[in-house]
């Protein structure tokens, strides 16, 4: 008997059929934790519930999400009410949700929210520590899966824009749980290349596909890096710990690309305008020099050269005149001062300059004589003194002492036999 073959779309609506009368999954109660979220532009929400080892897809309906209090993103936890069906395009069957609610945030959302604090707080994400990217980078290297969309994207749109700049791939796990070591490794190998730039990211997926560039060594790895770092991770709305730290971010590998160098086109045209400028400013410069030229040519001094020798020479004639004026009358004032020198009293009478100065030597030597307290000694006076100590009064000697006497000329050592004080 020759088999009965049907089509795929009969076997799927036969399913689909077999699940839809089953009374206990028409309503459904789940919880578990939204991924791979994906909002729709006609309001339909399509994400992944999952626990901790199985994962079912899911859709909102615009006219159910239009109900929610709360946006959904990756990484809740939530609790839906819908039912169970097949959806026969695909084959696959998924839970139509129509009510749903927030059940706290995922223990992932939670992780990423812990380390993004710490690192923030260090001072891993602050714009000082951010390196500046080169604007004609040489040398660019990739740290990515060496398979994909996303190395594939950075190369070609690198080699369109920029087909001088060098690209070296380091190829790398991008998820699961060796990612993140391998990631980092790549990291330090590329630093000891000569670099001018690195590019380190992946395509697009849920938080859990793009957990390696949210884990703490990785972002460690990048502040790290001596050679300035674009992140290129996932698409326009995901932001991992990696995007933090990086010194740039690129919403997509492709724009990563773009920023990484510039675009040749652009480069020709500024090149071009340079080169329009540069020819305005030689032509004006060679204008310029050409009128000072003509200028030159038509003046006096090139028609009439001798002019400037003339000049030169009344000038000339000028300053000898007025030198030798200056000289005679130097010569003229110093033989007035040399005469008016001659005919002071002085130099007529030098010998009135001795007579005057002896007179002043005798009255000094008067008064140093009068002021001198050993001229007094002349008068019969004596000095004694003991333990070189001058004595004013009997009181300052006693019976025994040992004086030295000072007389006008000479003096003597004598001892105290008595003495007698005066009444006064």
């Not at 790895?221 to 010194?247: M, N, R």
């Not at 004595?391 to 300052?396: E, F, Q, S």
């Amino acid at each position: 008997m020759e088999p009965k073959y049907i089509s795929v779309s009969l076997i799927n609506k036969a399913i689909k059929n077999v699940i839809d009368v089953q009374p206990f999954l028409q309503k459904v109660y789940l919880k578990g934790e939204i991924s791979n979220y994906k909002g729709h532009t006609r309001g339909h929400l399509y994400f992944s519930l999952k626990d901790e080892t199985s994962k079912i897809n899911a859709v909102m309906f615009a006219s159910s999400a239009s109900k929610l209090t709360f946006v959904p993103q990756d990484g809740m936890n939530v609790l839906v009410e819908g039912r169970i069906s097949v959806y026969e395009a695909s084959g696959s069957y998924q839970v139509y949700v129509e009510k749903m609610s927030e059940d706290g945030i995922g223990n992932l959302y939670l992780e990423y929210e812990k380390l993004k604090k710490k690192l923030e707080q260090e001072g891993l994400f602050a714009e000082e520590h951010k390196k500046p990217i080169p604007k004609y980078p040489k040398t660019i290297g990739i740290i990515t899966a060496p398979t994909g969309a996303a190395v594939r994207d950075i190369i070609s749109t690198i080699k369109r824009r920029y087909p001088l700049a060098q690209t070296i791939l380091f190829p790398t796990l991008v998820q699961g749980e060796l990612a993140k070591d391998n990631i980092v490794k790549q990291i330090q190998t590329a630093g000891e290349y000569d670099l001018d730039l690195i590019i380190c990211g992946r395509g697009g997926g849920s938080i859990e596909d793009l957990w390696a560039f949210n884990e703490e060594e990785v972002a460690r790895a990048i502040y790290a890096s001596k050679i300035p770092i674009i992140s290129a991770v996932g698409h326009e709305p995901d932001f991992t710990i990696a995007d933090f730290v990086a010194d740039l971010r690129a919403p997509t590998p492709t724009g990563a690309a773009e920023m990484a160098v510039p675009n040749l086109v652009d480069l020709q045209t500024i090149i071009k305008q340079f080169e329009i400028r540069l020819n305005e400013n030689v032509m004006n410069k060679i204008n310029g020099f050409t009128k000072q030229l003509e200028t030159i040519k038509t003046s006096y001094i090139i028609k009439n050269p001798l002019a400037m020798y003339e000049v030169k020479e009344q000038k000339l004639d000028n300053l000898m005149t007025s030198l030798n004026s200056y000289i005679k009358n130097l010569i003229k004032n110093s033989k007035i001062k040399y005469k008016n020198i001659l005919n002071k009293y002085v130099i007529q009478n030098p010998e009135s300059i001795y007579e005057k100065k002896a007179y002043q030597f005798e009255l000094i030597l008067n008064k140093v004589k009068l002021l001198n307290p050993l001229s007094i000694l002349d008068k019969g006076y004596s000095v004694i003194k003991k333990d070189n100590d001058i004595i004013k009064d009997i009181k300052d000697i006693e019976i025994n002492d040992i004086v030295n006497v000072r007389m006008a000329h000479g003096s003597f050592v004598s001892q105290v036999i008595s003495k007698k004080e005066e009444e006064r």
